[in-house]
C-alpha cells in the first residue's frame, strides 16, 4: 500500500539533507572568510563574539545578511559581496546563528592544571565578575590594577575586586576601542604616577561621526579617587578618525625611563607610511608627555614629534627585554601575518607595502612580503593567531622560563612561550590553549602568571604545581 506521506518524508529528507549541506559549507566558508577575525570557535578575536547573543549592527536576518555583503567600514569589517554569492552568504549565517542558539555560556573549560614540557600547571580562577578586562599593572606585591574596556579601572587588592576607581576618564567604548592599558611609573614609590590609554571621541552632532583616537593621560589614585590628571599624548584633532577599531595601545617604560606607546593604523591602512599621523606607529615620549631630543623625527617638518617607528598595522604587546633593553612588539596581521618585532629608532616595519597576510575577504594586500629599507619580523604567524599583550617571564616560580617571552592569543585562544636567543625565536611552545581569549600576560611580583581573559571575562593565576616543585627540588 502506497504511503500517503511519502511524498512528505521525502520533501522533508530532501529539506534536512539540504540544511546539513549548508550548515557544513557554512563552517567551511566561515573558517575560510570569518575565522581569522571572528575566531576559529566563533568566540571572537579582533572582531566581535558570536556566541554572546550581542549584535551591535542589528541583530535581523537580513541585516545581518547586509553587513556581511557590504561590510560595516567603521569596525573595519570588510564587504563580501564581490566573493561570497547569496547562498554562501546564506549558509554562513545559518551556521552562525545555529552555533549562536547552541552556546552555553560556562567556565567549565578552564582546567585545573596545564601541562608543559618543563612544569606541571596548576591554575586557578584569581579573579571574576569583570566587563570586558583588557590589561593589567601590578602596584606592589598585593595590588594589582585592570582596566575593563567599558571604562572601568579596578583595583585588586589581596585577592579581592575593589569598586571601580571614581572619575577616571571618559572613554568611547565602541568597536575595539574604549579604556585599553593601564602602567604604573617605574618610580611609584616616589612620585605615585599612573599611566592610562584609551580610545578619545571629540564632540559631534552625531555620535557615528565624531572622529577619535588614542589618547594618554596620567593621573594619581588616593581614596579610590582619580586625581591630579595630566594629558601626556592627544594627537591634533584634526587629524581625529571616524572609524572604530585598532587603536592598539600598550605602554611600556625603558631603562632610560622613556615611554613607548603603540597606536594602530585605525583601519587607514596606507596611513601607516605617513609620519605626519599618528596612527601606525610606536611613539616614544618623556614620561612628563615632553618629546625626547633624540627622537628620530623631531627635525622632520610636519612630522608627529614623538614617532619612533611607523609601518605598523596593530599592535597590542609591547615589552621591554630584561636583559638588554630592548622593546618588543607584537602587531595584528589582517588575514595572516601577526608579526614580533624588535622596536629600532625611525624603522619601517612595511605595513601595507609588504605583509605575510591577505584582506578578510581573501584577497591580495601586495604581492611582495620583502622590500629593501622595511623591516622583516623576527617571528610570524600564518594564519594569525591574533596575537595580543605579551611580556618576557622574570621570577623564582618557573624558573626555567626566565627571560622567555609569553605571548597571548585572541582567536586562537592561547598562551604561547617563546624562547628567544640572539634576538632569534628558537622555539614556540602553547602552554594553554581553549580557555578563552587571551587579552594579556604578565608574570607579578610572585612570580605567578597572571592571564587576563575575555569569554570569560576573568583573571587567571598560573603557578607551578607542588608535584612539580618536589621534583625539581630532587633535581638540585
Not at 592544571?113 to 606585591?141: C, H, K, M, R
Not at 589614585?221 to 581625529?240: C, M, R, S, T
Not at 622613556?258 to 601607516?272: K, M, N, T, V, W
Not at 590553549?433 to 607579578?444: I, L, S, T
Request: hydrophobic share 35%; with cysteine; net charge negative.
Amino acid at each position: 500500500m502506497r504511503n500517503k506521506y511519502a511524498p512528505l518524508t521525502v520533501s522533508l529528507v530532501l529539506f534536512f539533507a539540504t540544511h546539513l549541506a549548508l550548515a557544513q559549507g557554512g563552517n567551511e566558508l566561515y573558517q575560510t572568510y570569518c575565522a581569522s577575525c571572528h575566531g576559529e570557535d566563533l568566540m571572537g578575536g579582533n572582531g566581535s563574539s558570536f556566541l554572546d547573543g550581542q549584535w551591535k549592527h542589528g541583530s535581523g536576518k537580513g541585516q545581518i545578511t547586509r553587513n556581511i555583503r557590504f561590510g560595516i567600514a567603521q569596525v573595519g569589517m570588510p564587504a563580501f559581496d564581490k566573493v561570497l554569492d547569496e547562498d554562501q552568504v546564506g549558509s554562513i549565517l545559518d551556521y552562525i546563528l545555529e552555533a549562536e542558539q547552541g552556546a552555553m555560556a560556562s567556565n567549565d573549560s578552564i582546567p585545573n592544571q596545564l601541562q608543559t614540557l618543563d612544569y606541571n600547571v596548576d591554575v586557578e580562577v584569581f579573579a571574576e565578575g569583570l566587563s570586558i578586562p583588557w590589561a593589567i599593572a601590578f602596584v606592589d606585591d598585593s595590588h594589582m590594577l585592570v582596566t575593563e574596556r567599558s571604562g572601568q579601572l579596578r583595583m585588586i587588592a589581596n585577592g579581592e575586586l575593589q569598586d571601580a576607581v571614581q572619575g577616571t576618564p571618559e572613554v568611547l567604548a565602541e568597536g575595539q576601542g574604549g579604556l585599553l592599558d593601564v602602567a604604573v611609573d617605574p618610580e611609584y614609590d616616589q612620585n605615585g604616577w599612573v599611566y592610562l590609554s584609551f580610545s578619545h571621541k571629540l564632540e559631534s552632532d552625531t555620535a557615528e561621526t565624531a572622529g577619535a583616537m588614542t589618547k594618554l593621560v596620567r593621573g594619581k589614585i588616593e581614596d579610590n579617587q582619580w586625581v591630579d590628571e595630566e594629558v601626556i599624548f592627544e594627537a591634533p584633532h584634526e587629524l581625529y578618525i571616524t572609524t572604530r577599531h585598532h587603536y592598539g595601545d600598550r605602554i611600556v617604560f625603558d631603562p632610560e625611563g622613556h615611554l613607548y606607546f603603540s597606536i594602530g593604523e585605525r583601519g587607514q591602512q596606507d596611513q601607516a607610511q605617513d609620519i605626519t599621523r599618528p596612527n601606525g606607529k610606536i611613539h616614544r615620549i618623556n614620561r612628563d608627555g615632553s618629546i625626547p631630543e633624540d627622537n628620530p623625527f623631531v627635525n622632520e617638518p610636519d612630522a608627529i614629534p614623538s614617532i619612533f617607528t611607523y609601518g605598523n598595522r596593530n599592535p597590542q604587546g609591547l615589552a621591554v627585554h630584561p636583559q638588554t633593553g630592548q622593546v618588543w612588539e607584537t602587531e595584528h596581521g589582517p588575514m595572516g601575518g601577526d608579526e614580533v618585532n624588535i622596536v629600532k629608532a625611525g624603522a619601517n616595519y612595511g605595513w601595507p607595502v609588504i605583509t605575510y597576510g591577505r584582506n578578510y575577504n581573501g584577497t591580495s594586500i601586495t604581492d611582495i612580503t620583502q622590500k629593501e629599507g622595511m623591516e622583516q619580523p623576527i617571528k610570524y604567524w600564518k594564519p594569525s593567531i591574533a596575537v595580543c599583550g605579551i611580556e618576557f617571564y622574570q621570577g623564582n616560580e618557573f624558573a626555567r622560563w626566565e627571560n622567555k617571552l609569553l605571548v597571548g592569543a585572541l582567536a586562537y585562544e592561547e598562551v604561547r612561550l617563546l624562547s628567544v636567543v640572539d634576538n632569534r625565536v628558537m622555539h614556540d611552545e602553547v602552554i594553554m590553549k581553549n580557555v578563552g581569549r587571551v587579552r594579556d600576560v604578565a608574570p607579578g611580583p610572585d612570580g605567578a602568571i597572571y592571564v587576563v581573559m575575555n569569554e570569560p571575562d576573568i583573571i587567571l593565576k598560573l603557578t607551578a604545581s607542588e608535584e612539580q616543585a618536589t621534583v625539581d627540588a630532587g633535581e638540585e
